[in-house]
C-alpha cells in the first residue's frame, strides 16, 4: 500500500497570507488528523476528521481549519499566517482514529510540509 | 503542559550500547505509543502498549509500563547508527469533550559509529 502523502512538501509564504496544505491517507484509512510541530511546542494536535467530519479539535484559533472529502484526502487551512505559524505540518491516518479515547489504531504519518512564514 | 514528557532530553552513545528512554504523563491513559523521527521528516510508529500491558517487545525494542508510576520507558539494544532520531512518546488525552493524541518533546538519541 502506498503510503501517507502531503503536498506540497515546502512552502514559503508571507504574514497576512493564507495557505492549503493536501493530505492523502494510506487507501482505505478514514481517519486524518493534523499535526504541528515547531522546536518551541513541539508536537501539537490540531484536528481529526473521520468520514468528512471533524470529529476531534485541538486548541488552535479558528484561523486554522480543515475539511475532508468523500475519498478521505484531507485539507488543512491557514488564514492570515502569522509568523509563529512557521512550522512542520503533518498528517496522520488510520482505519479508526481517535474514537471513544480507547486509541488502539496506529497512526500513520506522512512527511509533513515545511512552512515558513516571512 | 505537555501529558508526555520524555527524559532524557538528548542521548549520545556509542554504536552497540543500550538506550533507554523514559517517559512521565500526567493523567490516565489508555493506551501509549512511542514514534520515531528522522530529522524533519514524519513520524514512524514504532509500538503501542496498552494500559493493562506491563512489556511489550518488537525486534530490538522493548516498551515497559508503569501505570502506577504513569511512566514508561522505551529500551533500544544493541543500537546502529541508523537508530539515530528523536523518540516521541505519546498518549491518549481527552479535552473538552475532544479525544487527542499527546505528544512530549522527544529525546533526541545520537548513535556514534
Known amino acids: 500500500k502506498a503510503g501517507v502523502t502531503q503536498t506540497p512538501r515546502y512552502l514559503i509564504k508571507t504574514r497576512g497570507q493564507q495557505v492549503t496544505l493536501s493530505c492523502s491517507p494510506i487507501?482505505?484509512?478514514?481517519?486524518v488528523s493534523w499535526y504541528q510541530q515547531t522546536p518551541g511546542q513541539g508536537l501539537q494536535f490540531l484536528f481529526e476528521?473521520?468520514?468528512?467530519?471533524?470529529?476531534n479539535k485541538g486548541n488552535f484559533p479558528g484561523r486554522f481549519s480543515g475539511r475532508q472529502f468523500s475519498n478521505s484526502r484531507s485539507e488543512m487551512n491557514v488564514s492570515t499566517l502569522e509568523l509563529g505559524d512557521s512550522a512542520l505540518y503533518l498528517c496522520?491516518?488510520?482505519?479508526?482514529?481517535?474514537?471513544?479515547?480507547?486509541?488502539?489504531?496506529?497512526?500513520?504519518f506522512g512527511p509533513g510540509t515545511r512552512l515558513t512564514v516571512l | 503542559s505537555q501529558q508526555g514528557e520524555e527524559d532524557p532530553q538528548a542521548l549520545s552513545i556509542q554504536e552497540g550500547e543500550n538506550a533507554t528512554m523514559n517517559c512521565s504523563y500526567k493523567?490516565?491513559?489508555?493506551?501509549l505509543q512511542w514514534y520515531r523521527q528522522n530529522s524533519g521528516r514524519g513520524l514512524v510508529h514504532l509500538i503501542l502498549?496498552?494500559?493493562?500491558?506491563r512489556e511489550k517487545h518488537s525486534g530490538r525494542l522493548r516498551v515497559t509500563l508503569d501505570t502506577s508510576k504513569k511512566s514508561s520507558s522505551l529500551l533500544i539494544t544493541a543500537s546502529r547508527a541508523a537508530d539515530t532520531a528523536s523518540y516521541f512518546c505519546?498518549?491518549?488525552?481527552?479535552?473538552?469533550?475532544?479525544?487527542?493524541?499527546?505528544f512530549g518533546k522527544g529525546t533526541k538519541l545520537t548513535v556514534n559509529p
Open positions: 505519546a498518549t491518549d488525552a481527552r479535552q473538552g469533550g475532544s479525544e487527542k493524541l499527546v
Open positions: 496522520a491516518s488510520s482505519f479508526l482514529g481517535l474514537a471513544g479515547g480507547f486509541i488502539t489504531d496506529t497512526q500513520y
Open positions: 487507501s482505505g484509512h478514514r481517519s
Open positions: 493523567t490516565s491513559i489508555n493506551n
Open positions: 476528521y473521520f468520514s468528512e467530519t471533524q470529529r
Open positions: 502498549i496498552r494500559s493493562n500491558e
